[in-house]
Protein backbone atom coordinates (compact mmCIF):
# COMPACT_ATOMS: atom_id res chain seq x y z
CA UNK A 1 0.00 0.00 0.00
CA UNK A 2 2.71 2.37 1.03
CA UNK A 3 4.68 2.03 -2.75
CA UNK A 4 1.65 2.77 -4.20
CA UNK A 5 1.27 5.79 -2.83
CA UNK A 6 2.07 9.11 -4.56
CA UNK A 7 5.16 10.42 -4.37
CA UNK A 8 4.27 14.56 -2.72
CA UNK A 9 6.83 16.19 -4.30
CA UNK A 10 8.88 14.18 -6.23
CA UNK A 11 12.87 15.44 -6.37
CA UNK A 12 12.99 17.31 -3.44
CA UNK A 13 14.78 16.39 0.14
CA UNK A 14 12.23 15.94 3.12
CA UNK A 15 13.17 18.79 6.00
CA UNK A 16 12.13 20.29 9.09
CA UNK A 17 11.05 23.78 8.81
CA UNK A 18 9.59 25.43 12.11
CA UNK A 19 6.53 27.34 10.80
CA UNK A 20 6.46 30.07 14.29
CA UNK A 21 9.42 31.74 12.46
CA UNK A 22 10.18 33.60 9.05
CA UNK A 23 13.13 32.15 9.37
CA UNK A 24 11.71 28.55 9.60
CA UNK A 25 14.56 27.93 12.17
CA UNK A 26 14.13 27.09 15.68
CA UNK A 27 14.57 29.43 18.47
CA UNK A 28 14.50 29.56 21.83
CA UNK A 29 13.12 33.41 21.31
CA UNK A 30 10.71 31.96 18.58
CA UNK A 31 9.15 29.30 20.39
CA UNK A 32 8.72 31.76 23.77
CA UNK A 33 6.97 34.21 20.99
CA UNK A 34 4.97 31.59 19.27
CA UNK A 35 3.64 30.35 22.86
CA UNK A 36 2.68 33.89 24.20
CA UNK A 37 1.16 34.68 21.15
CA UNK A 38 -0.86 31.44 21.72
CA UNK A 39 -1.57 31.82 24.60
CA UNK A 40 -4.34 34.54 23.82
CA UNK A 41 -5.96 35.52 27.03
CA UNK A 42 -2.92 34.36 29.55
CA UNK A 43 -1.00 37.02 27.16
CA UNK A 44 -3.59 39.74 27.96
CA UNK A 45 -3.53 39.41 31.54
CA UNK A 46 0.24 40.57 32.29
CA UNK A 47 -0.58 43.66 30.03
CA UNK A 48 -3.49 44.13 32.13
CA UNK A 49 -1.46 44.44 35.06
CA UNK A 50 1.17 45.55 34.15
CA UNK A 51 0.57 48.27 31.48
CA UNK A 52 -1.92 50.56 32.76
CA UNK A 53 -2.26 53.62 35.07
CA UNK A 54 -1.99 52.36 38.51
CA UNK A 55 1.47 53.37 39.97
CA UNK A 56 4.39 50.51 39.17
CA UNK A 57 4.85 49.86 43.63
CA UNK A 58 0.73 48.76 42.47
CA UNK A 59 1.85 46.79 40.08
CA UNK A 60 4.55 45.25 41.52
CA UNK A 61 3.29 44.48 45.32
CA UNK A 62 -0.53 44.33 44.64
CA UNK A 63 0.64 41.45 42.52
CA UNK A 64 3.86 39.47 43.57
CA UNK A 65 3.15 40.08 47.19
CA UNK A 66 -0.61 38.77 46.66
CA UNK A 67 -0.11 35.70 44.47
CA UNK A 68 3.25 34.57 46.99
CA UNK A 69 1.01 34.79 50.22
CA UNK A 70 -1.80 32.98 48.79
CA UNK A 71 0.65 30.03 47.22
CA UNK A 72 2.59 29.69 50.81
CA UNK A 73 -0.97 29.87 52.22
CA UNK A 74 -1.96 27.06 49.59
CA UNK A 75 1.53 24.71 50.63
CA UNK A 76 2.83 25.05 47.54
CA UNK A 77 6.42 26.15 46.93
CA UNK A 78 7.25 28.45 43.63
CA UNK A 79 9.72 30.47 42.39
CA UNK A 80 8.63 34.32 40.63
CA UNK A 81 7.74 33.19 37.35
CA UNK A 82 8.57 36.91 35.79
CA UNK A 83 4.80 37.48 34.14
CA UNK A 84 1.28 36.46 34.95
CA UNK A 85 0.86 34.55 31.63
CA UNK A 86 3.84 31.96 32.70
CA UNK A 87 2.10 31.66 36.56
CA UNK A 88 -1.49 31.06 34.80
CA UNK A 89 0.12 28.33 32.56
CA UNK A 90 1.85 26.84 35.58
CA UNK A 91 -0.91 27.28 37.58
CA UNK A 92 -2.77 25.16 34.71
CA UNK A 93 -0.29 22.56 34.89
CA UNK A 94 -0.26 22.02 38.78
CA UNK A 95 -1.59 18.59 39.75
CA UNK A 96 -4.06 17.72 42.33
CA UNK A 97 -6.50 15.20 43.31
CA UNK A 98 -10.02 16.06 42.03
CA UNK A 99 -11.51 17.81 45.32
CA UNK A 100 -8.23 20.14 45.88
CA UNK A 101 -8.68 20.83 42.51
CA UNK A 102 -11.67 22.77 42.39
CA UNK A 103 -9.96 24.96 45.77
CA UNK A 104 -7.07 25.83 43.04
CA UNK A 105 -8.88 26.25 40.16
CA UNK A 106 -10.52 29.22 42.21
CA UNK A 107 -7.50 30.97 43.61
CA UNK A 108 -6.54 32.62 39.94
CA UNK A 109 -9.68 34.29 39.73
CA UNK A 110 -10.00 35.20 43.55
CA UNK A 111 -6.58 36.98 43.41
CA UNK A 112 -7.34 38.61 39.98
CA UNK A 113 -10.60 39.64 41.03
CA UNK A 114 -9.56 41.03 43.97
CA UNK A 115 -6.90 43.12 42.42
CA UNK A 116 -9.30 44.32 40.30
CA UNK A 117 -11.43 45.65 43.32
CA UNK A 118 -8.90 46.67 45.13
CA UNK A 119 -8.12 48.95 42.15
CA UNK A 120 -11.24 50.34 41.84
CA UNK A 121 -11.57 50.87 45.66
CA UNK A 122 -8.28 53.03 45.04
CA UNK A 123 -9.27 54.88 41.88
CA UNK A 124 -13.17 55.71 42.52
CA UNK A 125 -13.16 55.53 46.31
CA UNK A 126 -9.54 57.49 47.53
CA UNK A 127 -9.10 54.09 50.10
CA UNK A 128 -5.64 53.39 50.74
CA UNK A 129 -4.21 49.49 49.92
CA UNK A 130 -4.39 47.41 52.87
CA UNK A 131 -2.40 44.26 51.90
CA UNK A 132 -2.96 42.11 54.67
CA UNK A 133 -6.90 43.02 54.37
CA UNK A 134 -6.83 41.80 51.12
CA UNK A 135 -4.91 38.75 51.34
CA UNK A 136 -7.42 38.19 54.40
CA UNK A 137 -9.85 39.15 51.82
CA UNK A 138 -8.80 37.20 48.80
CA UNK A 139 -8.88 33.76 51.38
CA UNK A 140 -12.55 34.33 52.63
CA UNK A 141 -13.68 34.95 49.19
CA UNK A 142 -11.85 31.20 48.02
CA UNK A 143 -13.72 30.19 50.92
CA UNK A 144 -16.78 31.17 50.14
CA UNK A 145 -16.84 30.70 46.22
CA UNK A 146 -15.83 27.29 46.86
CA UNK A 147 -18.37 26.69 49.96
CA UNK A 148 -21.62 27.71 47.45
CA UNK A 149 -20.30 25.30 44.85
CA UNK A 150 -20.07 22.47 47.38
CA UNK A 151 -22.98 23.22 49.91
CA UNK A 152 -22.75 20.10 51.30
CA UNK A 153 -18.75 19.99 52.17
CA UNK A 154 -18.25 19.57 55.85
CA UNK A 155 -15.49 22.66 56.79
CA UNK A 156 -16.56 26.23 57.29
CA UNK A 157 -15.47 29.32 55.73
CA UNK A 158 -13.04 30.04 58.65
CA UNK A 159 -11.97 26.45 58.46
CA UNK A 160 -10.65 26.84 55.47
CA UNK A 161 -9.36 30.58 55.75
CA UNK A 162 -7.58 29.40 59.09
CA UNK A 163 -7.13 25.62 58.72
CA UNK A 164 -6.55 25.23 55.12
CA UNK A 165 -3.39 22.43 55.64
CA UNK A 166 -6.05 20.13 57.48
CA UNK A 167 -9.18 20.77 55.45
CA UNK A 168 -6.25 19.49 52.45
CA UNK A 169 -5.44 16.62 54.70
CA UNK A 170 -9.35 15.60 54.55
CA UNK A 171 -9.82 16.36 50.75
CA UNK A 172 -6.68 14.38 49.90
CA UNK A 173 -7.76 11.48 52.23
Given at each position: MLQSAP???EGVLDGLRWNADKSGVFTVASAYKW?????????KLGAFIWKNVAPPKMQFFGCWRIWSNVINWWGVSWMLSGSVSRLLQWWDGYSFNKKEKVIWKIIPLAVLWSIWRQRNE????GTHVDLERLRELIKIRIALWFRA?????????TDIVHKLQQVKFCLMS
Open positions: ALRNEVSSGVFALIFSSNPSFCYSV
